[in-house]
């Protein structure tokens, strides 16, 4: 993609969906407006299991995981397990922000968490067939490219994807995949598949997002993210012409770089291209 000459109109889209994930590898919330912070999407993985020895847990690890529903209001996270032959009444957990501050790694990044007690690390253990803790991020956690600031993400505050990308990869496969399987923050529409790789500012309702790294994608993809069952697409096919440098990719990681209430049905508009 180039800018347009002056006086022509910049490339323009519609955002269709805005998704947050209190809970790290947890199944996402679809919000209809939210404001945007300098760490993302309010409450974004604000939450995440972690081993004895500190290291995170997710879908990659586990892909029951998948299974967790998540609901936080910002007071009480509720989590519900969807599989009906557990039999596991939901956790309503009230949020501890002043328990023990444990030392936590998301890959290789050194963060804090606030540990949130036993009787949470038990359910999750039980429903999971783990040993694990809860934790609530705490501190500061700055992204290794963008000077932006993130929770447990992996490593940064947004991920966006077109609408048209993800048609394009269905018209590949035999079985066309929901756009969950990529567990962004912001899906767009009107820019055409994989526009967002050649934008570097992106305009969204009142807010600006610099998309700074293409997503590397895994195999959380391949996990169905309503049953927990793992297959082999999309990254079979993802590999046969998304491959880019040493990783597959799929997507854009973008860090806020103006603040505002953001509006599924907001104007979309590329500032700047790469």
């Known amino acids: 993609m180039t800018l347009p000459a002056r006086g022509e109109e910049h490339p323009r889209g519609v955002l269709t ?14 919000l209809h407006t939210a404001e945007l912070t300098p760490t993302g999407l309010p409450h974004d993985r604000e939450f995440m299991l972690v081993t004895p020895e500190g290291r995170f847990l997710s879908q990659r690890d586990l892909p029951r995981m998948a299974l967790l529903r998540p609901s936080y209001d910002g007071v009480v996270l509720t989590v519900e397990f969807a599989d009906p032959a557990a039999g596991v009444a939901p956790l309503v957990h009230k949020a ?4 023990p501050v444990r030392e936590v790694y998301v890959h290789r990044s050194a963060c804090e968490g606030i540990d949130q007690g036993d009787e949470a690390a038990a359910w999750f253990s039980a429903v999971l067939g783990t040993d694990c803790r809860m934790v609530r991020f ?10 932006g600031r993130v929770a447990f993400a992996d490593a940064y505050p947004l991920l966006v994807i077109s609408a048209e990308s993800l048609a394009d990869l269905n018209a590949r496969l035999a079985e066309p995949l929901p756009m969950n ?10 820019l055409g598949a994989f526009a967002e790789d050649s934008v570097r500012l992106l305009r969204v309702g009142p807010t600006v997002i610099e998309l700074v790294k293409a997503c590397a994608r895994c195999v959380i993809t ?10 082999r697409e999309p990254l079979r096919t993802l590999a046969s012409y998304r491959t880019i ?13 103006t603040l505002g209430t953001l509006t599924v049905g907001d104007p979309v508009e590329v500032l700047a291209a790469r």
């Open 181 to 190: 399987r990529f567990r962004p923050n912001l899906v767009i529409e009107g």
């Open 96 to 99: 501890v922000a002043d328990g």
């Open 222 to 231: 391949t996990t169905d993210q309503d049953t927990g069952v793992r297959g």
């Open 17 to 30: 969906e805005l998704n947050v994930y209190p809970f790290k590898s947890g199944r996402g919330t679809s």
């Open 138 to 147: 705490t501190g500061h956690r700055a992204t290794s490219r963008g000077d």
């Open 245 to 257: 440098g040493r990783g597959i990719r799929f997507g854009q990681n973008g860090v806020p770089r």
